[in-house]
């Protein structure tokens, strides 16, 4: 279809990538987001292959490799320091033909903002409501605004408006037991290799360090904690001590070099996945079709691959609209619903949910080999509309 005119709501990572390719496809696009500043949630993320691929297809490729992180290999060590697995990703990389790229979530959110144009977005945007007559769509905000077009895209997180919309009933986010904390520091001599990527497990724990640009490393922690939690951010890092009391030299030595202020600490939620993901002439992108836990890495990516898919749908067939967003749904809405699943299942096992099948998690580690761990990555990476 041609020449055809978008309404994005949401100007997170969902939003902006769909809206370059919907640019990129020559259609109109408007892009609306409910925040006064673009602050992503969150200090890094790792994009896998399948979503580096598609950036790549964006003519993105170049701008993401200078912001990303050289991961060359990943080990998990117990609480106790002690080895449990050691994986080279060299040959995960030969096998799907990219590598991934740990990034910074401001230095990933700033590019694509300069790419669909930030003069693009209006800030303070609130979709309250959805109307749909006859080939057209319009987002209504809360200060009055009606933005019309052909197609609207809820690309407006975890809650949803246009969600509500699409489904005719709202779907409450889920806690997901666990807090986790996330931050950025620079490199330094004792925390790790600067290709390594590093978990350790322990105590329904865990404490992570991954490589992005500037030798620095994004890290996060995550420990089980009732919901409702609140801690002033001044005292975030005598959480973490405490928390993590007794972790090996390479964790005491980060918790020391972090910034309480900057360290974010959110409360993980995820959705149950949606029984739909159109209706009409709306569709669902990003964290308002599938939120889910970060235990696979895979949030951002399938964000991104959603922008992909949808897009190739609307150029390729000339029914209408509407024909269109079903195939999208056809083709992601399995996909994503069992990556949602199977993260909030893998969450259960990291934090100690049945702390026997935690145990055994631990054990699993020492035993499986590299070749099953990278043989799991490229499953889920190979999956994706960019093989």
């Not at 945007?125 to 319009?138: H, K, N, P, S, Y």
């Not at 809650?159 to 779907?171: D, F, G, N, T, W």
């Not at 520091?185 to 991954?210: E, F, H, T």
């Amino acid at each position: 279809m041609y020449n055809l005119k978008a309404i994005v709501v949401g100007a997170g990572i969902a939003g902006l990538t769909t809206a370059i390719a919907m640019q990129q496809a020559g259609y109109t696009v408007e892009i609306y987001d409910k925040t006064r500043a673009l602050r992503p949630a969150g200090a890094g993320i790792s994009l896998w292959s399948n979503g580096v691929k598609v950036l790549n297809r964006l003519g993105l490729g170049e701008q993401l490799a200078a912001i990303g992180g050289t991961m060359n290999r990943m080990e998990y060590r117990s609480h106790q320091d002690e080895p449990l697995s050691h994986i080279d990703l060299m040959p995960l990389i030969h096998q799907v033909g990219q590598r991934p790229y740990p990034v910074s979530r401001t230095e990933l959110q700033e590019m694509l903002l300069e790419t669909a144009g930030r003069d693009q977005v209006q800030l303070q945007m609130r979709c309250v409501a959805v109307e749909e007559t006859g080939d057209q769509i319009t987002a209504i905000f809360e200060n009055g605004h009606r933005a019309t077009g052909d197609i609207l895209v809820g690309a407006d997180g975890i809650h949803s408006e246009v969600r509500e919309y699409v489904l005719k009933e709202p779907i409450a986010p889920r806690y997901a037991n666990y807090v986790n904390w996330n931050g950025i520091v620079q490199a330094q001599p004792g925390l790790c290799a600067p290709d390594n990527w590093v978990i350790y497990v322990g105590q329904g724990k865990r404490a992570s360090m991954m490589p992005i640009g500037g030798d620095r490393f994004y890290y996060f922690f995550g420990s089980p904690m009732p919901q409702g939690t609140a801690v002033d951010p001044q005292a975030r890092q005598d959480e973490l001590a405490k928390l993590f009391a007794g972790w090996p030299a390479p964790v005491q030595q980060l918790i020391a070099a972090l910034d309480p202020i900057a360290t974010n600490r959110l409360e993980i939620h995820d959705i149950d996945p949606p029984s739909r993901l159109a209706r009409g002439r709306a569709v669902l992108i990003g964290d308002a079709a599938h939120a889910t836990t970060p235990t696979l890495g895979q949030g951002g990516c399938q964000a991104i691959e959603d922008a992909e898919v949808l897009t190739r749908y609307l150029v390729t067939t000339n029914i209408n609209v509407p024909d269109a967003l079903q195939r999208y749904e056809a083709e992601r809405k399995e996909r994503t619903a069992t990556l949602v699943l199977k993260a909030r299942k893998r969450t259960d096992t990291i934090y100690g949910k049945d702390p026997d099948l935690t145990r055994q998690w631990y054990e699993q580690l020492k035993q499986e080999s590299p070749e099953a761990v990278t043989g799991a990555l490229a499953k889920v990476i190979l999956g994706g509309p960019m093989r």
